[in-house]
């Protein structure tokens, strides 16, 4: 059974920073592409970053590029995402999801709230 356990989040004021990881365990973590999806409050599910199986490649939403960062660490089975100058409109839940190709995620962590308010 595929489980992925989020921790990290909170509320950080604009400007400020968090990290959020994810571990996972049930599957081959070093098989698969990760990614984190979040959705805002009265929003639909919005893609955010991925990253490849071994880390060689990344990936982000314009709207995320240039401040956030994904990584991973397989032989922890941990998946992390660095989140720096927060902005109010990155208020969201966020997911961390195994990539099968397929929108929306079938396998995701149980979401984190992150709320960037002053």
């Known amino acids: 059974e595929v489980q992925l356990v989020q921790s990290g989040g909170g509320l950080v004021q604009p400007g400020g920073s968090l990290r959020l990881s994810c571990a996972a365990s049930?599957?081959?973590?070093?098989?698969?592409?990760m990614s984190w999806v979040r959705q805002a409050p009265d929003n639909g599910l919005e893609w955010v970053s991925a990253i490849s199986w071994n880390g060689g490649n990344t990936y982000y939403a314009e709207s995320v590029k240039g401040r956030f960062t994904i990584s991973r660490d397989n032989a922890k089975n941990t998946l992390y995402l660095q989140m720096n100058s927060l902005k109010r409109e990155d208020t969201a839940v966020y997911y961390c999801a195994k990539s099968d190709g397929i929108w929306p995620p079938r396998s995701r962590g149980q979401g984190t709230q992150v709320t960037v308010s002053s």
């Open positions: 049930g599957f081959t973590f070093d098989d698969y592409a």
